[in-house]
């Protein structure tokens, strides 16, 4: 593959406050970009990050056919990028695009675009805790057209970050009991642009009510949970670590799949299966609901302090046990965090160095 690479005159690196960072805030160097049209494939190129004209016709814009992923890069003790499980996200891109009438991106495109351009902007991957270079591949609809059916043409593009954490306190959730995420049948399983967009109207009237997050409950019967934002959830009621069990309205998230295979590696008792709400709170009432807590990339291992709930039209909540108490949680985290930043055994095979 030849990829056109057309070098920054003008870095950005100097107006990063790598001591102060916040999540998606700030913008190396450059982006890679390739096109597709009548599924052929152009070679793409890396180019400054900036902006590009779209027409106010094109697809994307008026059906919402665009996805994205979201990936980390580390750097080990030795300075190298250390890429976390790609080629999974690599895949997922593609079970997304095929839920949304795209062609796939080739894998060949993906890794050369992906791995050269951290490698010209490894500068930007941040080393202190709770920091990493967040990337962002973005792919959507281009055709210049309005009537409603799949585009002939779309664009994909990586672009990366230097990010602090998603999450700078522990949560408070709420659960959602009238709005909905996904439904059976729907898109919840593929990372979608219109799934995030759809779920901003509730999530801001919990942020008013003094929440961090949703805990979203199932379209047929707002019974069980599902998800939450950006993260999947798990519990720990007593000495076992309990998931929502994946389905086509929940996303399979690569943390997620981590975190589980981490718990199973270390002798922790999981179990992956539906979750009531009325569950949880009886798990609370018998003082068995040891830890809450999401898993995403963006989010890492985020501990829930609180979960809000409505009780006969009143709102309540759980105030959970304090985060000097988190064993299970703290010790995944840790875990995890270790191997991405290459200080500890990969027996996964997880991480790629550049």
């Not at 919402?64 to 980390?72: D, L, P, S």
């Not at 962002?136 to 409603?148: H, K, L, M, N, Q």
């Not at 230097?162 to 408070?172: A, C, H, N």
Request: net charge negative.
């Amino acid at each position: 593959m030849s990829i056109r690479i057309t070098p920054t005159t003008t870095t950005r690196l100097s107006e990063v406050d790598f001591d102060h960072l916040v999540f998606g805030k700030v913008f190396s160097d450059h982006m890679f970009m390739a096109d597709v049209e009548e599924g052929k494939w152009n070679d793409g190129a890396i180019i400054p990050y900036g902006r590009f004209e779209v027409a106010p016709s094109m697809s994307a814009l008026h059906h919402a056919q665009a996805i994205f992923e979201g990936m980390k890069v580390y750097r080990s003790p030795e300075g190298n990028p250390m890429l976390f499980r790609w080629h999974d996200n690599f895949e997922r891109l593609n079970v997304s695009a095929a839920r949304m009438c795209m062609p796939p991106v080739p894998e060949h495109l993906f890794w050369e675009g992906f791995s050269n351009l951290v490698m010209i902007d490894k500068a930007f991957i941040p080393t202190k805790e709770d920091t990493a270079l967040y990337v962002r591949p973005v792919y959507f609809a281009t055709e210049e057209a309005i009537g409603v059916k799949a585009s002939r043409s779309y664009r994909f593009i990586i672009f990366t970050t230097p990010t602090g954490p998603f999450y700078s306190e522990p949560l408070k959730v709420f659960i959602e009991q009238h709005f909905s995420r996904s439904a059976d049948g729907g898109t919840g399983y593929a990372k979608a642009a219109g799934n995030y967009g759809g779920s901003f109207f509730p999530t801001r009237q919990a942020f008013d009510r003094g929440y961090h997050q949703l805990i979203w409950t199932d379209a047929r019967e707002n019974r069980y949970v599902e998800e939450s934002g950006s993260m999947n959830l798990m519990f720990v009621f007593g000495n076992r670590l309990v998931t929502p069990s994946l389905s086509p309205s929940k996303l399979a998230g690569i943390t997620r799949d981590s975190i589980l295979k981490l718990a199973r590696h270390h002798g922790i008792e999981v179990e992956e299966r539906d979750i009531s709400v009325d569950e949880i709170l009886e798990q609370y009432a018998a003082g068995q609901l040891k830890e809450a807590f999401g898993v995403g990339t963006a989010a890492n291992v985020a501990h829930i302090a609180e979960i809000g709930y409505e009780k006969n039209g009143k709102e309540e909540r759980m105030i959970l046990p304090s985060m000097a108490d988190r064993p299970v949680a703290d010790f995944l985290g840790k875990t995890l965090t270790s191997i991405k930043l290459g200080l500890s055994d990969d027996p996964f095979g997880w991480v790629t160095r550049l």
